[in-house]
T-cell receptor, first 113, second 112 residues
Framework: GAGVSQTPSNKVTEKGKYVELRCDPI?????LYWYRQSLGQGPEFLIY????????DSGLPNDRFFAVRPEGSVSTLKIQRTERGDSAVYLC???????????FGQGTRLTVV | DAKTTQPNSMESNEEEPVHLPCNHS???????IHWYRQLPSQGPEYVIH???SNVNNRMASLAIAEDRKSSTLILHRATLRDAAVYYC?????????????FGAGTRLTVKP
């Protein structure tokens, strides 16, 4: 596809369950970002990858959150023991190495019940 | 990233110019000023960026103060499709990509 793809678009899970959110960046983009956004607020930075490695994971709120990008392309955000406060839209973005413009996906809306 | 300050909300009439301000008094010499906007139910999209000189593109213009402590995003003729939240972000030019940290942005309402 031409843009950043995030799957699923919606996810409802029960409190305490494990979830995985997937991001397919634009082909060739080395930088990949994860954000979460609560209603009425700006996107909150979670983690940033340059290639396969996490260049900055300082935004991950606690050790229940983890993200991987094993081959430098697709990334998965993993949330363990989900809590109701994890409910939000999770956004992924990618950009070229040295590029100024980041391209965002449509997001995954996670609801923890 | 240095902090930016934007008004929470602004209103404009359709087909009139809109000036969206951003204060970044602690900007460093290597920080680029980036603007993104987020339409309802969509991810943010890039609008424009600049370092020192004013910039124009098909979407908007960016006016940067001489001391770089503030900037203004200019939409020359607002349309209903421009109703969105506009974010001003600083990114350090010393790094090949780096994290982008968003604030609360300015919610622009365009009235017909």
């Amino acid at each position: 596809g031409a843009g950043v793809s995030q799957t699923p678009s919606n996810k409802v899970t029960e409190k305490g369950k494990y979830v995985e959110l997937r991001c397919d960046p634009i082909s060739g983009h080395t930088a990949l970002y994860w954000y979460r956004q609560s209603l009425g607020q700006g996107p909150e930075f979670l983690i940033y990858f340059q290639g396969t490695g996490a260049a900055d994971d300082s935004g991950l709120p606690n050790d229940r959150f983890f993200a991987v990008r094993p081959e430098g392309s697709v990334s998965t955000l993993k949330i363990q023991r989900t809590e109701r406060g994890d409910s939000a839209v999770y956004l992924c973005a990618s950009s070229q190495r040295g590029g100024n413009e980041a391209f965002f996906g449509q997001g995954t809306r996670l609801t923890v019940v | 990233d240095a902090k930016t300050t934007q008004p929470n909300s602004m209103e404009s009439n359709e087909e009139e110019p809109v000036h969206l301000p951003c204060n970044h008094s602690t900007i460093s010499g290597t920080d680029y000023i980036h603007w993104y906007r987020q339409l309802p139910s969509q991810g943010p999209e890039y609008v424009i960026h600049g370092l020192t000189s004013n910039v124009n593109n098909r979407m908007a213009s960016l006016a940067i103060a001489e001391d770089r402590k503030s900037s203004t995003l200019i939409l020359h003729r607002a349309t209903l499709r421009d109703a969105a939240v506009y974010y001003c972000i600083l990114r350090d030019a010393r790094y090949n990509n780096n994290d982008m940290r968003f604030g609360a942005g300015t919610r622009l309402t365009v009235k017909p």
